[in-house]
């Protein structure tokens, strides 16, 4: 499934690679913008084709289905996040509580919230995309929250034989679930009762 | 927003009232088997009537949408739980792993996962069906699991200040991601562990 255009050999055509790559972006920006505008359900292969000024066969030609560009828009967008690292100030507590406050406020921001939930209805439906999920977004960003917890546990504030994949998701899901099923408001005071309920499961 | 059939007064009409019910039976059993059979982004409203045996007009009549159809085939399934009860030997360790390995059990049966996972995605891209998801589906059966955390407390086994709400989610989001994600295997073991942190997190 290939996600990435397919280059033409710049030895036979004058920049052809260039204009590639500014149909790509024009692309992934109109489906960014459409998703927030308009929501995924509603989201047609056609509108993206008109805002970003390409035919419909250019898309079909590089993603396979509307989740698959979808889910290339919002990998653009943390793009650049590479080496993510969690604050550590040697206080485990505040530094969750400061990025669990985080992840709060970027669910309240359409422009952030929009393609993500997108994304996490396409992925829930759809195994192969989840696959590349895990792979391409969420393992980089979990091995960056899971070095700050080995430096907790290090710091002797956290079990040294804690398990960090079950932590994260406790950690994280009880904030997923009520972002994605509105089940409870999402508020800094829940992220901080999260942390804090958390740590004394996880504490030596 | 109706999703339960408007009956013709039966004063006037013999036995229409009869035959919505058979229609309506047939239209939700239809649904729950295509859902489980062609999954949820290609279940069409034509091939629920030719499956049921009704005219399209008649499942439009009474639903704004495939996903209210999808909603109430499953919500059938649910009826006759009124009144769920969790197990209470008295041991809350016990009872809570004995509920979240039959969830397990559940989430891996294609007949009951296949329904409420297209109900999910349906209510992550719909605020109106997540209220009423809420409401009909998960008020009720959060009630019933709250009562035995309410039990465990009486018995100073839950700290008495503890707030239920989140010590369900903690219980259950990290499940409902895993499962909705794919994103790890959902095992008997992963049930145990789960309950064990966050006894850990809740004990007096």
Chains 1, 2 share one sequence.
Request: charged fraction near 30%; hydrophobic fraction near 45%.
């Amino acid at each position: 499934m290939p996600t990435t255009p397919q280059r033409p050999d710049p030895r036979t055509r004058p920049n052809p690679g260039r204009r590639s790559e500014r149909s790509r972006a024009a692309i992934l920006r109109a489906t960014r913008e459409l998703v927030s505008e308009v929501g995924y359900p509603r989201l047609s292969i056609e509108a993206i084709a008109a805002r970003a000024g390409v035919g419909k066969q250019t898309i079909y030609r590089w993603w396979r289905s509307k989740g698959a560009v979808v889910f290339d828009a919002f990998l653009a967008l943390s793009e650049g996040a590479d080496g993510v690292v969690l604050p550590d100030t040697g206080d485990i507590e505040a530094d969750l509580k400061e990025v669990l406050r985080a992840t709060v406020a970027e669910f309240a921001d359409p422009v952030f919230e929009a393609p993500i939930r997108a994304l996490n209805m396409e992925v829930a439906g759809d195994p192969e995309l989840a696959a590349q999920y895990r792979e391409r977004l969420a393992a980089p960003v979990d091995e960056a929250k899971k070095e700050r917890l080995r430096s907790a546990q290090r710091a002797g504030q956290i079990r040294a034989d804690a398990d960090l994949d079950l932590a994260l998701e406790l950690l994280y899901a009880p904030l997923y679930q009520r972002w994605l099923l509105r089940s409870a408001p999402l508020t800094p005071e829940y992220a901080d009762a999260l942390v804090e309920h958390v740590l004394r499961a996880l504490r030596p």
